[in-house]
């Protein structure tokens, strides 16, 4: 089944201390980019990547990182979380031509940062 | 700036009535649209793309594109109660190579039966 996958889906953590949300899509994908998505504001990018080793920020990137080594894999990292960073994150890839842009998202990680 | 704007509703129809949802956009060079639906604490999922003025049709879904006036609507006819969920209408920014795309907020739809 084609997919995109994201682990955890739930969170909780302590300001300060590093975690990684990692996500995995199976379709060969090139395009993957990392949302956040908080009531009132929308979904917003934080990262993405045109392929493997080719990364870029996204709209908000203050406090993330990503790594890009394996075409499937595209993880997130909060070196020092902070309570701001309390939000819902989603993973999407894609495929298609500039116009039949068809974006594929992951299930979500509901992370609290306390 | 790039801007999607949508009513964010909430959007309240019948059972088996059109629910209408609109969304303008600011960039005029834009090209692609898409419309999303998101259940609660789900992720987005994909209804409909469209990029040529006029409208398009797939099952009880229609989107209409006017570029002219900036202007991207979904129609959903035989509305049901599983259609209850916040649209997304998204645009593609055609700036750079990121192929990002430029959501709104969401109209909230409400279906009663």
């Known amino acids: 089944e084609a997919q995109v996958t994201q682990n955890p889906r739930y969170l909780i953590t302590v300001t300060g201390k590093k975690l990684t949300v990692t996500c995995s899509q199976n379709?060969?994908?090139?395009?993957m980019s990392w949302y956040r998505q908080d009531p009132g504001l929308g979904l917003r990018q934080i990262y993405y990547?045109?392929?493997?080793?080719?990364?870029d920020k996204g709209d908000v990137p203050e406090g993330y990182k990503v790594s890009r080594k394996e075409k499937r894999n595209f993880p997130l990292i909060l070196e020092s979380p902070s309570p701001n960073q309390t939000s819902l994150y989603f993973c999407?890839?894609?495929?298609?031509?500039?116009?039949?842009?068809?974006?594929?998202f992951g299930p979500g990680t509901r992370l609290l940062v306390l | 700036q790039k801007e999607v704007e949508q009513n964010s509703g909430p959007l309240s129809v019948p059972e088996g009535a059109i629910a209408s949802l609109n969304c303008t956009y600011s960039?005029?060079?834009?090209?692609?649209f898409f419309w999303y639906r998101q259940y609660s604490g789900k992720s987005p999922e994909l209804i409909m793309f469209?990029?040529s003025n006029g409208d398009k049709e797939d099952g009880r879904f229609t989107a209409q594109l006017n570029k002219a006036s900036q202007y991207v609507s979904l129609l959903i006819r035989d509305s049901q109660p599983s259609d209850s969920a916040t649209y997304l209408c998204?645009?593609?920014?055609?700036?750079?190579?990121?192929?990002?795309?430029?959501w709104g907020l969401g109209t909230s739809l409400a279906v009663n039966p």
């Open positions: 999407a890839s894609s495929v298609g031509g500039r116009r039949q842009e068809t974006q594929y």
């Open positions: 379709m060969n994908h090139e395009y």
């Open positions: 990547s045109m392929n493997v080793e080719v990364t």
């Open positions: 960039d005029r060079g834009s090209q692609s």
């Open positions: 469209i990029y």
């Open positions: 998204a645009v593609r920014d055609n700036a750079g190579n990121n192929r990002k795309l430029i």
